[in-house]
Structure formats: C-alpha cells, structure tokens
C-alpha cells in the first residue's frame, strides 16, 4: 500500500511527489512514457512559479540550466496599438520575485522529475494507468497496463496529474468542454525572428493572437492560437503556422527572416473542464483538473500550485497514522478559491479576443492607467492571488461591458 499514488510525471506531479517524499511518505509516481513526453507549450513560467520552484528546491537548477528572465508583456492590437506591460517593479507589492522566466519544457520537466526522485519518490514509466480501483464508494488505487501486462496497485490517496485527457478526471467525474472557447494552438522554435530580448509578446488578430517567447539566443518559440474551424489539417504545418501568423498585424516583418526548427506541434480544442475536483481517496492537479487558454499562461503555476494545496489538505489526513483515505473536500474548495477568479479575468481577455474593438478599447484605457497595467500584470503574473484584488470585484462589471460589444 503506497501512501499516495502520483498519476503523470508532468510539472504538476512532480511537484506534489517532490513535497510528498520530503514529509516522508511513500510515493509511487507513474507515467505511461519514459520521461515526460513533449508538450505543446509557450515555454513561460510566470513570476509566481518562481517562488514554488525555490520551495521545491529547483529554481537554481532551472537558472543553470539557462532560463531567461522575461519583465512582462507586450500587447500589438490588431489597429497596431501597443501596450507594454511589465511585473510590477517594486517588490514590497508582492515581495517576490518580480520577473518571470522562459525555459524549455524539455529542460523543466526532467529537472522537476530528478527532483521528486531525489526526494524519495519512486519513479515507474511506461504505466499507462486505463481505471481507478473503487472500494465502498472510495478510489483505493489505480490499474493499468505496465510492461505488456494489466496492473493494480493499492494506495491510501491517488493524485491525478495525468494532464489533458486524464483518465482519473473522466474516473472521478466527466469532462466537459467550454461552451464557447474552442480553439486549437500550433506552436513551434524559429529562428532568425525579429523578437522582444526579456519580454514575450502577443499579437492580436481577430479572434486568434500569436505569442513569441525569446527562449534563448536567436530561438523563439512561437504559438498560434486560432479557432478550430479556421484550422485545416494541412501536410505542411509548419507552413500553415508561419503563413498565418504573417497574417497578424506587425508579425509579417517580424518573421520575415524566420526559418523553423524542429516539428511543429498541434492541440486541441484547448478548454475543458473536470466536474469533479475531488472524491474520497483521490483528487486532480494541473491541467487534470482543467485547462482554459495560454494566453495569461498560467498553466505551469497553475500545475505548481495546485501540487502544493494538494499536499497541503492531504497531509493530515495522511500522516494522522490511520490508514484511512484523506476526505478532499477542503481540497476542491481551496482549487475553487484560488483559481476560479483568475478564470473569470482570462475569460473576460477571451472575451476581448474575439471582439476586436473590446481589444482596442481595453488596451487604450489600459495604455492611460499604466498604475492599473502593473495591477493586472500582478494577478496575471500569479504574484498576487486574484481574489485579493479588490479591483478585481470590477470585472463582473466589466464583463457586462464586454458583452455589449457582442
Ligand atoms: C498552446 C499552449 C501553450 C502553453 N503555454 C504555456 C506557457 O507559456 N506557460 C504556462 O505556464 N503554461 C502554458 N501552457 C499550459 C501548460 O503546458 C500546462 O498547463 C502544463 O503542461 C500542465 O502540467 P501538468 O503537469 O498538469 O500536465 P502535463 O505536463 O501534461 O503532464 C501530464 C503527464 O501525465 C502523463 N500521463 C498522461 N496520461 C497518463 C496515463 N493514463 N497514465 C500515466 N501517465 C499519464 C503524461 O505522459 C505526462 O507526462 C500552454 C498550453 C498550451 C496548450
């Protein structure tokens, strides 16, 4: 019997196998490859990463390792506006750190990975986990297929971290998509990109934007994200990618010179939702429990965090000597609180995306209250948790506003 039952050995469930091992329980990490695979990621990590990873003991490691501090954002609307919006400069704001940072997944995700090891979890790959093991109304485990041969294995609390199309979501509850966001990314390396040196930047189009994230000298990771109906499955991805992105106001210069590196990888439709955060014995992180847009990119916080209020209302549960398993509500509600209101502020950005003259609007007014700007740059760049914000009680407000340009 393991104490807990990590499923994916993404940034998520590395994290709470990291935090589980260090408080000396068992831990059985699984993936169904042999390291984490790669993603379809900007390669950003927002400021308020920073912080987890130096808990976590793993942010030295990522410096070495050759990330790059980004200050923020800039913003080109479709009518050529911009809006250059940094963190927030003054640390007594937050007091952390005041930048965020772009690194490769490919150089992340094992980092993280040798952490938990180093820690004491024990690491199984190629588990591809197909089903929970129930007993009277509570998840004891997990199955699946390992090595060519169906498995079962027993623990106290089993954790999904099985990302995008998690099996323990669909086990626990149902996953719905969102009932108007369906959008797909494209996201590849160039080089020879005019770009930004320590900021990313966004480029509007109507109803589609294009992200370039300076992710080391002379390579630039560029997203795409269109709808799925503009998207067609095309032989040449990698020409789709470049030529609709030319398509985005002020890109066309800017990849004139570009030359792809690599494949370029396709996902979606990107939003979704698990009904249930929580049951008896098992519960869901990081982009298990959902996922909306990259364009706040919030999703490696968002995997980071959640890791650590997993382990956070577990823990007594699982260190109180019983062999009980940990009854998570409290779990789903503290997922509730901390990430729901930042989902209403992309949502209204999602809002802004598909009306051009909301986009323009919003980043004029935002380009006179450069005071607001950092604000916002604070809960965007997850320093300040958006439920604090008094400000941010406008939004329901501004949400109004925004359908009025429906
Ligand atoms: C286009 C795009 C751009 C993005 N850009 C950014 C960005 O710039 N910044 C940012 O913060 N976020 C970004 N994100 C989001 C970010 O990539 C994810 O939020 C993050 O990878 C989630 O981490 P995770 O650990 O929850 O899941 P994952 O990283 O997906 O890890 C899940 C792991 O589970 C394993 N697994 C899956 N199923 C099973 C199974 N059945 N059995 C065993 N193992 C299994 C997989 O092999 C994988 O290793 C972006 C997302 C998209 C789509």
């Known amino acids: 019997m393991w104490d807990a039952i990590v499923v994916g050995a993404g940034p998520a469930g590395c994290t709470a196998a990291t935090l589980f091992a260090r408080e000396g329980l068992r831990v059985l990490l699984l993936d169904k490859s042999a390291a984490p695979p790669p993603k379809v990621c900007g390669e950003y990590l927002s400021p308020g990463c920073l912080p987890i990873l130096e808990r976590i003991g793993a942010l030295k490691s990522v410096w070495d390792a050759g990330g790059r501090p980004l200050y923020g954002m800039t913003i080109h609307t479709a ?51 197909s089903d929970l ?35 323990v979501a ?15 990314a494209l996201v590849s390396y160039v080089t020879g990109a005019e770009r930004a040196e320590d900021v990313g930047e966004i480029f509007l189009g109507h109803d589609r934007y294009c992200i370039l994230n300076p992710i080391g000298p002379d ?140 986009a323009e609007w919003l980043v004029a007014g935002l380009s006179r209250r450069p005071d607001l700007t950092t604000l916002l740059m604070a809960v965007v760049g997850d320093l300040i948790p958006a439920y604090t914000l008094t400000p941010l009680r406008l939004f329901p407000r501004l949400l109004t506003r925004a359908r009025t340009f429906a």
């Open 79 to 129: 009518a050529r506006r911009t809006l250059e919006a940094t963190y927030p400069r003054d640390s007594d704001v937050t007091g952390s750190p005041l930048h965020g940072l772009s690194v490769r997944r490919a150089v992340l995700d094992p980092m993280l990975l040798d952490r938990a090891v180093k820690d004491g979890a024990e690491f199984e790959p190629y588990f591809q986990v």
């Open 219 to 358: 390579l630039t990771n560029v997203g795409l994200v269109i709808n799925r109906r503009d998207f067609t499955p095309t032989t040449d991805p990698t020409r789709f990618l470049l030529e609709t992105a030319a398509t985005l106001p002020g890109l066309r210069d800017r990849l004139a010179d570009a030359r792809p590196i690599g494949p370029v990888r396709c996902l979606g439709p990107l939003a979704y939702r698990g009904s249930q955060l929580a049951a008896r014995g098992a519960l869901l992180i990081g982009d298990a429990a959902g996922f909306l847009d990259p364009f706040t990119g919030e999703g490696l916080y968002t995997g980071l965090r959640s890791a650590e209020l997993a382990v956070q209302c577990a823990l007594p549960a699982l260190c109180n000597g019983s062999a009980a398993h940990p009854d998570l509500r409290t779990y789903a509600a503290a997922w509730r609180r901390e990430f729901l209101p930042k989902w209403r502020l992309c949502t209204l950005f999602q809002h802004a995306i598909r009306r051009p003259p909301l």
């Open 170 to 184: 669909r086990r626990v509850g149902s996953v719905t998509r969102h009932r108007w966001l369906d959008k797909v």
């Open 133 to 167: 093991v129930w007993e009277d109304g509570r998840v004891v485990g997990v199955q699946g297929r390992h090595r060519g041969r169906v498995t079962a294995l027993r623990g106290r609390l089993t954790v999904g971290a099985d990302g995008r199309n998690s099996v």
